[in-house]
């Protein structure tokens, strides 16, 4: 429906009911002129269209046709153009100016009507009478609006070209287009909740995205091999895709597709495999309380800045419907809470915050819930479902310190402190996202497969697995489970749980692991058996050299008197018991 500036919603209604009486002792208004004039060609496609009429007009409302239930006052062809429309009357109500909200299309006819036949509010003059049915034409230009080029852009070419064969495992894909391309932070969406610019037939999360310096060219990349012996499809600009694919200039790119098959290759694995073991075709649904947390250093997590504790309900529909159309969440007091319906379709959503852990677990305690939600054209739904007295222990890198200077090159053992308290049902998860929010890393992985036990406290992150000198966001989450179930609704999996979840940054070094931070000494003492007992700090999980020497300055005798590895907050206690030389003695630390 059009979007339309009226002066009173009041005279709109009283003209609309003064046109079902009028009679022909009022003279009916005409259309005096029109802007673009009637057949004009090369009109700007910024353009906005004016109407003259002979006489004030009454405030009525602009509106557009929705087939087949409303006739509207104002029709365009193509209709789109009615549908963005903004309109609104002079001073002296004998001008209606309409504007559209994005450019019209380049090269195109368009068509518009005004009081099409049997539209119930049409435009009337000041005394109700209504105008005539009135059309025109006119026909834009090559290039005014909408900027990035006089059209909308296009794909010059791609590699591999759609049909190829046996396509090798380790190719990336190429897309030349003919113009400068706009950034697009949702180029891979995020499936199956945000159909992204770039769609796949594979797992859409293996791909990365990036731009040449002209942005003309979108090299796309597989963390892993591309699975072998497999059709790829892939789609510009998908039906459904939140944020398309356009030119600096807003236009975007046609919807285009295409495919290739790749060669011989284990690849990525099994193809039809997702890595959370999760049908992607199915809608969800699901109840959490979440507690959100930072870690900068060995030091426990903190609060995240924005927004630590929440309260989430969600329900996604299946991609083959039906669509959801409402749903509500009942707490255990009783208390009911409609969701919000998204506007792009077939989600909803109640997401509450908390300023303190307390307060959330106070306001969604443990207990019963229930979760409704209405499917198109059927029964509302009630779902039981529960949420754990307490949240999980907060998760906590052990050798953070270390997590920031991994070598690339060689296996790297990511630590954390243990899930206390952990069951069966419960479940650690663990992912690496590089910059454009790519996950290159995540346990568990079914398609691997990688397994991540609950009661896990380490796992090896592959070499090679990141690259060199980059920076990273790692996520570790612990997850006490209350409800799972995939059969509960038809074509829709459950869950319900508490989550305590920790971000850090991950940093990898150029290739060669640095030498360790130099070691302090924090505290001494003489035990009672003679023997020096030395406190020390340095990296956490690097080994150091303890060496004594008589204090015979300036070129003492160093001798070896054993190693110390600082534990995971980078402190550690070293006893000499075996001297070799009488006091004094001094002491140092070479790290390895």
């Known amino acids: 429906m059009i979007r339309t500036r009226t002066r009173?919603?009041?005279r709109t209604l009283v003209a609309a009911c003064l046109a079902l009486l009028a009679s022909s002792a009022f003279a009916a208004p005409t259309l005096v002129s029109s802007q673009p004039a009637n057949n004009a060609t090369g009109v700007?496609?910024?353009?906005?269209?004016?109407?003259?009429?002979?006489?004030?007009?009454?405030?009525?409302g602009t509106m557009s046709s929705i087939p087949p239930f409303l006739v509207g006052n104002f029709d365009t062809t193509p209709t789109s153009i009615a549908e963005s429309i903004g309109c609104e009357w002079s001073a002296d109500a004998r001008t209606l100016t309409c504007t559209p909200a994005d450019p019209i299309p380049d090269n195109t006819r368009v068509t518009w009507t005004l009081n099409p036949g049997g539209t119930p509010l049409p435009y009337t003059g000041e005394d109700g009478t209504p105008l005539a049915t009135v059309s025109g034409s006119f026909t834009t230009g090559t290039g005014t609006g909408g900027g990035?080029?006089?059209?909308?852009?296009?794909?010059v070419s791609v590699t591999p070209a759609d049909g190829s064969t046996d396509v090798a495992v380790s190719s990336t894909i190429t897309f030349i287009f003919d113009q400068a391309m706009a950034p697009n932070p949702l180029l891979g969406g995020s499936p199956p909740f945000v159909k992204g610019a770039v769609s796949w037939s594979i797992?859409?999360?293996?791909?990365?995205?990036?731009?040449?310096?002209?942005?003309?060219?979108?090299?796309?990349?597989?963390?892993?091999?591309?699975?072998?012996?497999?059709?790829?499809?892939?789609?510009?600009?998908?039906?459904?895709?939140?944020?398309?694919?356009?030119?600096?200039?807003?236009?975007?790119v046609a919807a285009t597709s295409g495919s290739f098959t790749t060669g011989t290759g284990s690849g990525g694995g099994n193809p039809d495999c997702t890595p959370n073991n999760i049908d992607p075709t199915l809608g969800s649904y699901s109840l959490s309380r979440l507690m959100s947390y930072v870690q900068t250093s060995i030091a426990p997590p903190v609060p995240a800045a924005d927004t630590p504790f929440s309260f989430g309900a969600f329900v996604s529909a299946p991609q083959a419907g039906p669509s959801i159309t409402a749903g509500s969440v009942t707490l255990p007091n009783g208390t009911r809470t409609s969701?919000?319906?998204?506007p792009f379709g077939g989600m909803l959503y109640l997401m509450e915050t908390n300023a303190t852990a307390e307060g959330l677990i106070t306001a969604y305690p443990g207990g019963s819930y229930t979760l409704r939600m209405t499917p198109a054209n059927q029964s509302e739904l009630a779902v039981a479902m529960s949420l754990p007295a307490a949240n999980p222990t907060t998760p906590r890198v052990l050798n953070y310190n270390e997590s920031q200077i991994i070598n690339a090159t060689t296996d790297f053992l990511m630590q954390w402190d243990a899930f206390a308290g952990a069951t069966a049902n419960d479940q650690i998860h663990l992912s690496i996202r590089d910059a454009s929010g790519t996950v290159l890393f995540q346990a568990p992985d079914y398609c691997v497969p990688r397994a991540l036990a609950p009661t896990a406290t380490s796992i090896v992150i592959p070499a090679n697995t990141l690259k060199e000198n980059t920076a990273y966001t790692g996520e570790l989450m612990f997850g006490k489970a209350s409800y799972y179930s995939t059969n509960a609704v038809p074509k829709m999996g459950g869950y319900g749980g508490a989550n305590s979840t920790t971000t850090f940054s991950v940093r990898t070094s150029g290739g060669v692991t640095p030498p360790p931070a130099p070691a302090q000494f924090t505290a001494w003492e003489l035990l009672p058996n003679g023997h020096p007992r030395l406190?020390?700090?340095?990296?956490?999980?690097?080994?150091?050299?303890?060496?004594?020497?008589?204090?015979?300055?300036?070129?003492?005798?160093?001798?070896?008197?054993?190693t110390f590895t600082p534990g995971a907050n980078g402190s550690a206690t070293f006893e000499d018991s075996q001297l070799g030389q009488p006091f004094p003695l001094i002491y140092r630390a070479v790290g390895q």
Request: hydrophobic residues 35%.
């Open 44 to 60: 700007a496609t910024t353009t906005a269209l004016v109407f003259a009429f002979s006489e004030p007009m009454a405030d009525v």
């Open 535 to 562: 406190t020390l700090k340095g990296t956490a999980n690097r080994t150091y050299t303890i060496q004594r020497a008589s204090p015979t300055f300036p070129n003492p005798s160093w001798q070896d008197a054993g």
């Open 8 to 10: 009173t919603l009041g």
């Open 339 to 342: 969701l919000v319906t998204l």
């Open 203 to 252: 797992d859409a999360s293996k791909f990365t995205y990036a731009w040449s310096p002209d942005s003309k060219t979108l090299t796309v990349s597989h963390t892993l091999d591309l699975p072998g012996n497999t059709l790829v499809t892939w789609n510009i600009n998908p039906s459904g895709a939140l944020l398309p694919l356009t030119a600096t200039g807003g236009k975007a």
């Open 148 to 155: 990035g080029g006089s059209t909308a852009p296009k794909i």
